[in-house]
């Protein structure tokens, strides 16, 4: 099993990034998919989930309005869309596959917004 992150780096405050998780090593389409993030000093918490297929995606109210997350069914990959990023945004980013009693995490990427 692999979830591999990409796309993370420095932005400017009001900046855009756009977070990638590449999947392999199971059945895509059977797991919920999840963005967390760990800022220095802080637990990791939730940033956005979305279901299997349909439903609705989850997003913290510190995100909300500014992030979107989807997923690629055909490529096996969950995106972080991330605009109008502020410096409390600063942290490394998890992706996360969930289902069935089964977790896996990916190896995070840092996201720095700094002038």
């Known amino acids: 099993v692999q979830l591999v992150e990409s796309g993370g780096g420095l932005v400017q405050p009001g900046g855009s990034l756009k977070l990638s998780c590449a999947a392999s090593?199971?059945?895509?389409?059977?797991?919920?998919m999840s963005w967390y993030r760990q800022a220095p000093g802080k637990e990791r918490e939730l940033v956005a989930q979305?279901?299997?297929?349909?439903?609705?995606?989850i997003y913290s109210d510190s995100v909300k309005g500014r992030f979107t997350i989807s997923r690629d069914n055909a490529k096996n990959t969950v995106y972080l869309q991330m605009n109008s990023l502020k410096p409390e945004d600063t942290a490394v980013y998890y992706c996360n596959a969930r289902a069935w009693g089964n977790v896996y995490w990916g190896q995070g990427t840092q996201v720095t917004v700094s002038s």
């Open positions: 979305i279901p299997r297929i349909g439903g609705s995606t």
């Open positions: 090593g199971f059945t895509f389409t059977s797991y919920i």
